[in-house]
Every structure is written in structure tokens, then in C-alpha cells.
């Protein structure tokens, strides 16, 4: 049962463009949603978080929506340089716990 | 470094030995995860410590797996009579107090393989 979907394996965008990210999960008791980036053979690394109280939150050129009503959030990458391509994984904590559940990863890829 | 210090970033076992994985936290970090992820998925949870409380061991896929943590701060993930299944990058995850939410921040991982 999982319960975080990120439903493309893989995503290619051209450097300067947008790249949308998607994910969508199943339980209503997620509070909190996050962005991680990861490179080959590195830990992943935190790029951006959401409360489940809020439907917007921006960091740079890192945005994230979320849409409670149907389950879904993203994030946007404006402009994406060739630096963003990298594994995203989309994570939610279920609130009063703190253990992550993730999703299995998109791979972006910035072209030139 | 300032960040999560795993080691070993690579370990090759024969099935049936046991494997010890250790996790040095950042410096002040109260929580600490494991995590590990298997080829083509999503970080599955392990087991989590806080602080001296109780350790949440939900994720813990077998009684073969065991992990603790000294002193609240290193930690060792122990996994006993390996099988090839076991086969995947375990992941560790530091975070300041669970009080209200604060992001994990992940070292490099080992690499495990079964032969």
C-alpha cells in the first residue's frame, strides 16, 4: 500500500524552462510534506517544506503547492539549470509521528 | 564535517553473516532514522530514537534487525544472517528535537550487497 506516488519515473526539461514535479498521497493524517534532491551515491538532501495548513510555499526558485482537496502536491523549478538534474523524492510526515513516508522518485534531467 | 558520518559507504557480505552499519549524527541533533532503499524505490523507514525515549521500531522488516544507540548519539543498525534480500543503501537521518517539525538531514548511506 503506498501510501506517497510519484507516478513519472522521469522527467526531461530544457535549462531555463520550468520542470513540474508531481506526487500524490492517500492519507489525510499527513501534516507535513517535503522535496529532497538526491545525486548518485549522496544522501538525499532537504529542499523544501509544506504544512498541510498551507496551500503555497517558496524558497528561491523552489515552489511548492499542495491541493489537500485532491491529494496532490508539486513542485516547480523556475528556472531549472542543468545543476537540478538529480532524483526527487517527495516525502510526508503523519502528524504526532515523525518517521517519513516516501515516494520512489522522479528523475529530472536539465538539458542544454 | 558538520553533516551525517556513516560508515562503512560500501560493505560486500556473504549471506549469512552479520553486518554492522554505524551512524554519527550531527552535533546536537536529539532524533535520529534509518532508512533504507532498495533498487528502483522509495526510502522505507526503519526504526527511530529520540532523546532517551522508547525507540519507535515500526519499520523494522525482521527480528534479524536490531539497532541502537549509545549514549544519544552514535548509532549502530545491526542486521544478523544476512539473505540477499537485504541487498540495498541504508540510510541514516539526523534531525534537532521532534518539537513541532523539523526536515531530516541524511548522510551518504552504505551500500550493502549479498552476495
Known amino acids: 500500500d503506498q501510501q506517497v506516488k510519484q507516478n513519472s519515473p522521469s522527467l526531461s526539461v530544457q535549462e531555463g524552462r520550468i520542470s513540474i514535479l508531481n506526487c500524490d498521497y492517500t492519507?489525510?493524517?499527513?501534516?507535513?510534506f517535503l522535496w529532497y534532491k538526491k545525486y548518485p551515491a549522496e544522501g538525499p538532501t532537504f529542499l523544501i517544506s509544506?504544512?498541510?495548513?498551507?496551500d503555497k510555499n517558496e524558497d528561491g526558485r523552489f515552489t511548492v503547492f499542495l491541493n489537500k482537496s485532491a491529494k496532490h502536491l508539486s513542485l516547480h523549478i523556475v528556472p531549472s539549470q542543468p545543476g537540478d538534474s538529480a532524483v526527487y523524492f517527495c516525502?510526508?510526515?503523519?502528524?504526532?509521528?515523525?518517521?517519513?513516508?516516501f515516494g520512489t522518485g522522479t528523475q529530472l534531467k536539465v538539458e542544454l | 564535517g558538520a553533516g551525517v558520518s556513516q560508515s562503512p559507504s560500501n560493505k560486500v557480505t556473504e549471506k549469512g553473516k552479520d553486518v554492522e552499519l554505524r551512524c554519527d549524527p550531527i552535533?546536537?541533533?536529539?532524533?535520529l532514522y534509518w532508512y533504507r532503499q532498495s533498487l528502483g524505490q522509495g526510502l522505507e523507514f526503519l526504526i527511530y530514537?529520540?532523546?532517551?525515549?522508547?525507540?519507535?521500531k515500526s519499520g523494522l522488516p525482521s527480528d534479524r534487525f536490531s539497532a541502537e544507540r549509545t549514549g544519544g548519539s552514535v548509532s549502530t543498525l545491526t542486521i544478523q544472517r544476512t539473505q540477499q534480500e537485504d541487498s540495498a543503501v541504508y540510510l541514516c537521518?539526523?534531525?534537532?528535537?521532534?518539537?513541532?517539525?523539523?526536515?531530516?538531514?541524511f548522510g551518504d548511506g552504505t551500500r550493502l550487497s549479498i552476495l
Open positions: 552535533s546536537g541533533h536529539t532524533a
Open positions: 530514537f529520540q532523546g532517551n525515549s522508547a525507540p519507535d
Open positions: 516525502a510526508a510526515r503523519a502528524g504526532g509521528g515523525n518517521k517519513l513516508t
Open positions: 509544506i504544512s498541510s495548513i498551507k
Open positions: 537521518a539526523s534531525s534537532l528535537s521532534s518539537g513541532g517539525f523539523q526536515p531530516q538531514h
Open positions: 492519507n489525510s493524517m499527513f501534516d507535513y
